[in-house]
């Protein structure tokens, strides 16, 4: 499995085919339903982290919003790069590299876009990267999956058919990761794709860890999209939001 997975499969066009159908509707819910329970100021500065093609930048900035987008991937921002106007603006950067110091007043970070990283200083120097993005006081919004949850409600074995792609799916966990191999097949291919996810399993405590390093302090904790209370056992997500002291 190459070290740097996410380089390649996240700049796949089989890899926007696969994501496609994520439900948009749940997304822009939950951004709202943030919106209304953060109440930033109007014109507020906001960084997407990992904001892929920038879908949940562009609802932010349709609020009213002043909105920065990064990602890794150059395709996606190519992409993203199509919205760009006044509020919206959008670069390929890599998120464990120092941004703009001292210039958000809300970071985020949706839907697992963290813990791909092979080594425990890439990650912290990740969210060195968010810390210091943000003024004073600001707010961290960390959007994770919860491990226990995630580690007995995950289908082994799964094929999906997209158009001409063929996508055969497994899934499995060790002590420190969960894993996730997609096996592409296409009649416009030669031979199978193959690609490897790979995401930490970081726990809430670690996220304590992590952000205390920084001067982030967890101040809410919910565990889904519609925000009820977190339970480590129960909750489909760790949604986190942390203020910079």
């Not at 996606?76 to 670069?91: D, G, K, R, T, V």
């Not at 920084?214 to 056992?233: M, P, Q, R, T, W």
Request: charged share 25%; net charge negative.
């Amino acid at each position: 499995m190459q070290d740097t997975w996410f380089k390649d499969w996240f700049n796949s066009p089989y890899y926007h085919k696969l994501y496609a159908h994520r439900d948009e509707m749940e997304a822009a819910g939950f951004i709202d339903k943030l919106i209304t329970h953060l109440q930033p100021a109007k014109g507020a500065r906001m960084l997407d982290v990992a904001c892929g093609k920038g879908r949940h930048s562009m609802q932010l900035a349709a609020n009213g919003f002043d909105v920065t987008g990064i990602d890794l991937s150059k395709e996606s921002i190519a992409y993203a790069l199509q919205n760009e106007s006044e509020h919206l603006h959008f670069y390929e950067h890599d998120m464990r590299l120092p941004f703009w110091i001292n210039y958000f007043d809300i970071a985020f970070n949706f839907f697992t876009s963290f813990g791909y990283f092979n080594t425990q200083r890439e990650h912290d120097n990740a969210i060195r990267t968010i810390a210091s993005s943000l003024k004073p006081d600001g707010i961290l919004v960390m959007d994770f999956l919860n491990v226990e949850f995630s580690a007995h409600h995950s289908v082994a074995e799964s094929t999906q058919t997209i158009g001409s792609s063929e996508y055969h799916i497994s899934k499995w966990f060790d002590e420190k990761h969960f894993y996730k191999k997609i096996l592409v097949e296409d009649i416009q291919l030669s031979k199978p794709l193959q690609y490897t996810e790979k995401v930490s399993k970081f726990s809430l405590q670690n996220f304590e860890a992590m952000f205390g390093k920084h001067s982030l302090k967890i101040k809410e904790v919910f565990g889904d999209y519609d925000f009820n209370k977190y339970n480590a056992k129960t909750s489909p997500r760790l949604i986190m939001i942390a203020r910079l002291s």
